[in-house]
């Protein structure tokens, strides 16, 4: 105990000398995908730490590297490209705008964007459904977002002000604009400034830049590996601050830019088809939290906590990442964890849950098709995905200018027309069936016997 408190006090007075008059006022990296990028001296302070350095040991696309080799970049460079991009929106409105933003709004938007993902799991949103799976129907990565940012503070001697008043309502701001949460935002901004909340967590329109910034990284990485257009890079350049009829601020976009609007779901659509929900990492995911549900089940704590409720508590939480594989398979020759290690094993030898059927008629019963094989080896997955039609946001304030002043419009003709245009409309959905087991015969005789039963089906 008395060890920690010494590396605390230590941690505390290395990050208060950062806030020294010697220390330089910025800080330069280089991004792959914004380039040359300089930050706020507090964005290095903040970074630095042991909240956010875990960020390292979390792959943005979770499993999916295993589909996609190149898939490995981490929430670490995501949490920074949003954040150099939160910085970047707040100079395009006050230059589109004039308006100004005053320097506990602007750090407090900046280190929202900063520190959004902070409170991510392991493998990224599947560690969501690993947790709900437990005890905890209703957590969010946001809340822990939260709970890792206040320990961050906390545990460094970060001072967001040197106001005591300044520093709490700095604090409640930026938990505030990570989670969205609409009645903490009336209350800690007025009218006027209420557009701010629209630009890290925008629960509004659903455009925001960790959207434009997750969206952007992961094209990216992926490379060839699909094909889709990047025309929303252009989203923001001309976005304004603009007043609805209860003269509340909004950020508000050209009608003529309303394409790249749309352009930003076609991504995040085509991302989710092609890559986020492959069928490949769908079954992978089920074996992962397969493995750590059994794992939990045989013992396997960590820090003499049980994973799945890690993040109840931000000193264990700190040491939860994608390492946790390697830990649980490295727990000696336990007798108990044997049968996870195997489900484990079988991720690095790629002897994946087997996709045996896709169906778009609607689900398979697969009630009967375990009772006729006498088993429990068969799941079935429901990918349903929102075309750009239904997930783009329609009422989302769109102006023209009329000399060189700002005025909205009326978006439906504008929205309407882009719309039309549209190919897919409603949702993507498919049912896929997979076999647990690696029997050649079982795989077979259920791919013959499904393949015979439904329409519009296909056996893989």
Known sequence: MHADLCIKDMRR??????????????????????????????????????????????KQLGTSSKVFPSGTHTRFEHCLGVCHSAEKLLKILEQNSGVHINHIH??????????????????????????????????????????????????????LSEEAYEHYYAEQLIYALITGNQEALKTLLTGDTMYLSEIV??????????????????????????QIGTEFVRLFDHARVVR??????????????????????????????????????????KLMIDALTLAEESGFRLRGTRISEAHLSPDVYLYLDDTIVSLIECSGDSSELMGAQQLLARIRLRQLYTRIHTSTDGPCDIEDLNKRFGSEEFFQVRKRIPYASQMAPRDVPLYELVNSEARLIDGSNVVGEVMNALGEQGFFEQYIVYCKSLDPKVINSAREYLSRQGTNQSVQ
């Open 13 to 58: 007075a290395i990050y208060q000398s950062l806030l020294s008059p010697e220390m330089e006022n910025s800080w330069t990296i280089c991004d792959p995908v914004h380039g040359k990028v300089t930050y706020p001296a507090y964005v290095q302070q903040i970074v630095d730490t042991p909240q956010f350095q875990r960020l390292r040991n979390l």
């Open 106 to 159: 602007r750090k407090c938007v900046i280190l929202a964007g900063l520190l959004h993902d902070v409170g991510h799991g392991p493998f990224s949103h599947m560690w969501e459904d690993f947790v709900h799976n437990g005890s905890d129907k209703l957590w969010t990565h946001e809340q822990s977002s939260c709970d890792m940012a206040r320990q961050l503070f906390k545990e460094n001697g970060i001072k």
């Open 201 to 226: 967590h925008n629960k509004h329109y659903k455009i925001d830049v960790d959207k434009w910034d997750y969206l952007l990284r992961d094209l990216f990485y992926l490379g060839n590996a699909v």
């Open 244 to 285: 609805d009829d209860s003269d509340i601020t909004h950020i508000g976009y050209r009608a003529s830019d309303y394409h790249d609007i749309v352009a930003l779901f076609e991504a995040r659509t085509k991302l989710h088809i092609e890559c986020y929900q492959h069928p490949t990492i769908l079954g992978l995911e």
